[in-house]
């Protein structure tokens, strides 16, 4: 049962991973750094938001509108590493 609290674990990082770079990216074509209409910029930012956006929306509909800022990743990554260092960490403790 550890080995499967660790390999969710794992996952967990691994999604962080994919909400920062949905970020990078997005910032990158708010700037004008990265072409928007390029297929591979626009297969890369469909395969991230499918991935991502089904948890950011909940938190989206939560938070006040402030405006241009969007704060939901940072929401969703304070989450995520709650879950690691406070629940998964209690649950290895029920079964050891």
């Not at 072409?35 to 938190?59: G, H």
Request: charge should be positive.
């Amino acid at each position: 049962m550890i080995e499967l609290l660790q390999f969710i674990s794992y996952l967990i990082t691994l999604y962080i991973y994919i909400v920062f770079a949905a970020v990078i990216l997005s910032w990158l074509i708010s700037f004008g750094v990265i072409n928007p209409y390029n297929s591979f910029v626009r297969a890369l930012a469909q395969a991230l938001a499918a991935v991502t956006e089904p948890l950011l929306k909940p938190i989206r509909r939560v938070l006040p509108d402030l405006g241009p800022i969007d704060i939901s990743p940072l929401i969703l990554v304070l989450g995520c590493i709650f879950i690691q260092a406070v629940i998964l960490p209690n649950v290895a403790k029920l079964f050891t």
